[in-house]
């Protein structure tokens, strides 16, 4: 560990692989530092829908760059990605509503409307279930299994090092502290998400990071048709800030916590997309703590499954596996800080991170060393001859 680099990056999620790609295209050296054998958390754990088009503000802007990156980086790092946009079914009018406020909102450019017929046609749900719809043009998918490991593969055939295995005791400017020894480098950035608490609690703290625990499953069913794109429900308008924030959306939340108490309590956002092997993935229920509970409930699944029926209109559905993701909330979506010069804090907090970390951590890359490169090199350059 005695080379100096001009990037430390503690954490391999997709946040942590962010600042390596960003720092590599900039011409720098790198190393990540993880304390798994590999890509392991959040970022493997999701449903692999990039929501672009639902986001707002600082998280659109992030999301809006993320999307480009990622349509760069899927050839050249050697993994599928999909220009499917997204499908949402509106199974109610209130949830109709929102999408045409939505549409409105954004001059008609980010969502087409559907009709029921349309709705059906593009998607393998029951007769007489969709009351219209809409289509998300933008949107992206990916296999989050095969994503993340292949950008880190990449990033590791172009030169960056990997420390697995290798557990962080203390970040300082200029140097990261680890169980293996000491990494030098001119600039660190910590993107370890829900686990800031055990490097920076006071940052932690200051900000309301907590856990948030999401359950999810992968099943075997049996469709009419492919789904050939991420699909949305009226639970997932609530989840998203796009959306959320349309005139209608209240109305929208009252009713379905009225009419769905369970799910309401258990957080729900019913989300699928199908795998190339035809496996659905259904996401998710949602659970925040301090600390994750180990034991997860049989009958969220249960819950989950009967939507899934009711949509799909097939009784057919057998669950092949059982997973649960965890991922930092706060109440702000993103936490960027710097505990010390040249160190930087970077945590995505709204469950949005394969969404936005790429545009985000290219932001983060750019404020430590866009003019101010040449310093930090001639003292990384120093620190060498050292």
Known sequence: MGRHYDLVVVGAGIVGLGHAVAALRRGLTVAVVDRASGITGASVRNSGHLCVTGQEGEARA???????????????????????????????????????????????????????????????????????????????????????????????????????????????????????????????????????????PGLADDHGIRRCAVDMMLLEAELDRPLTSPLLTGWSLLRYAGFARTPSASALHDRLAAEHPALAALDANQLYTQRADGALLIGGTQHRSEDVSPFQLEGAFDLLLEQARELFGTADLRVRERWQGVYASAPDEFLVASPAPAVRVVSVTAGIGMTTGLGLADRVVDELFAGALGSLTSAGSAARAR
């Open 62 to 200: 992030y999301a809006e760059l993320a999307r480009e990156l990622w349509l760069t980086l899927a050839p050249e790092a050697g993994f599928w990605l999909g220009e499917t946009g997204t499908m949402v079914v509106a199974r109610a009018e209130d949830e109709l509503a929102v999408l045409e406020e939505f549409r409105e909102r954004r001059g008609g450019q980010d969502a087409r409307i559907l009709t029921p017929a349309e709705v059906r046609d593009r998607v393998p749900v029951a007769d007489g279930v969709a009351v219209g719809g809409a289509f998300l043009p933008a949107d992206l998918q990916v296999d989050p299994r095969e994503a993340p490991t292949a950008i880190g593969r990449w990033l590791d055939a172009h030169g960056v090092d990997f420390f697995w295995q290798t557990a962080v005791v203390g970040v300082e400017t200029g140097r990261v502290h680890t169980t293996r020894g000491r990494l030098a480098g001119d600039a660190v950035v910590v993107a370890v998400d829900h686990d800031l608490d055990q490097l920076f």
